[in-house]
């Protein structure tokens, strides 16, 4: 993830380990102008499972909640 913008964090790169409970802080960290590296388990991140999904087709792809 990248905001591709100036800010408070530009230039810093963080790699997110978390799990649901906090995934939060990584988009606040974009937010900011970090760039963070998700590092997911393998069978990817269980958010990709939560719904709504864009279109409205259960997709891991297409999960708004990730």
Known sequence: M????????DGLQIVE???DEIALCGKLLVNNAADVVLIEP???APSRDY??????T???????HF
């Open 17 to 19: 380990i978390a799990g």
């Open 51 to 56: 719904g709504p999904f864009a279109g409205d």
């Open 42 to 44: 393998p069978g990817g």
């Open 2 to 9: 990248s905001s591709g913008g100036k800010g408070a964090l």
């Open 58 to 64: 259960p997709d891991r792809d297409a999960s708004l």
